[in-house]
C-alpha cells in the first residue's frame, strides 16, 4: 500500500502565477482532504472532496480551488499567488464517513518569491 | 480565543521518562479527538483517535478526553529518541450526520534525549 502520496514534493513560483499540486489517496480512500501548514503551526484546512464535489471549505479565499477525478486523485489549484501562500501544502485521505481518520501524504514546499 | 489550545513547547525531557502532552478546546460540539506526531520535514501521522470521553491505549501512548473540562493528553511511556517530533493534537465535530473537518492544535515540539 503505497499511502497517500503528493507532487511535487517542493515549489518555487513567483507572485502572481498560478500553482497546481498533486494528491493520490490511500488504496480504499475516496474523501481527500487539503491542508495549508504555515511554519511552527498546525495545519488548517482548505477544503474537502468527496465524489467529485466540494463537500466543505475553510476560511480560505477562492483564490484557492480544488478538483477530485473519478479515480478519487485530487488537484489543488492557487492562482494569483501572494507570498503568504509560501507554505506546506498537505493531501490527507479517509474513507467515506470516516473523516477522523485522515491519514496525510508528505506534503508539497511551496515558496512564493 | 482559538478554538484548540495547545503549548508549543519545545519539551526535553530524558529517554525512559514520561511524557504527557495537552490541549484544550472551546467547541463542546467536537466529538472526536486525534493525535498526529509529525518528523521535521514530514506530513503527520495518525497517532491514535478517540470518539467522546474516555482512554485509549496503544503500546506505550495512552490518549485520555476530558469533555466535561474540555481537555485532552497524551502520554507516552518509556519515551525513545525516535519519539522526538512534533505532536499535534486535532479535533472533529459531526456535522449534519458526517465528521466536519479536523480542526489542529499548534502542535508540541518534543525532544527526548539519550
Not at chain 1, 28 to 49: E, K, M, R
Not at chain 2, 34 to 48: D, I, N, V
Amino acid at each position: 500500500d503505497a499511502g497517500v502520496t503528493q507532487s511535487p514534493t517542493h515549489l518555487i513560483k513567483t507572485r502572481g502565477q498560478q500553482v497546481t499540486l498533486r494528491c493520490s489517496p490511500k488504496s480504499g480512500h475516496d474523501t481527500v482532504s487539503w491542508y495549508q501548514q504555515a511554519l511552527g503551526q498546525g495545519p488548517q484546512f482548505i477544503f474537502q472532496y468527496y465524489e467529485e464535489e466540494e463537500r466543505q471549505r475553510g476560511n480560505f479565499p477562492d483564490r484557492f480551488s480544488g478538483h477530485q477525478f473519478p479515480n478519487y486523485s485530487s488537484e489543488l489549484n492557487v492562482n494569483a499567488l501572494l507570498l503568504g501562500d509560501s507554505a506546506l501544502y498537505l493531501c490527507a485521505s479517509s474513507p467515506s464517513g470516516y473523516s477522523y481518520e485522515q491519514y496525510f501524504g508528505p506534503g508539497t514546499r511551496l515558496t512564493v518569491t | 480565543q482559538k478554538e484548540v489550545e495547545q503549548d508549543p513547547g519545545p519539551l526535553s525531557v530524558p529517554e525512559g521518562a514520561i511524557v504527557s502532552l495537552n490541549c484544550t478546546y472551546s467547541n463542546s460540539a467536537f466529538q472526536y479527538f486525534m493525535w498526529y506526531r509529525q518528523y521535521s520535514r514530514k506530513g503527520p501521522e495518525l497517532l491514535m483517535y478517540t470518539y467522546s470521553s474516555g482512554n485509549k491505549e496503544d503500546g506505550r501512548f495512552t490518549a485520555q478526553v476530558d469533555k466535561s473540562s474540555k481537555y485532552i493528553s497524551l502520554f507516552i511511556r518509556d519515551s525513545q529518541p525516535s519519539d522526538s517530533a512534533t505532536y499535534l493534537c486535532a479535533m472533529s465535530a459531526i456535522l449534519g450526520g458526517s465528521q466536519g473537518n479536523l480542526i489542529f492544535g499548534k502542535g508540541t515540539k518534543l525532544s527526548v534525549k539519550p
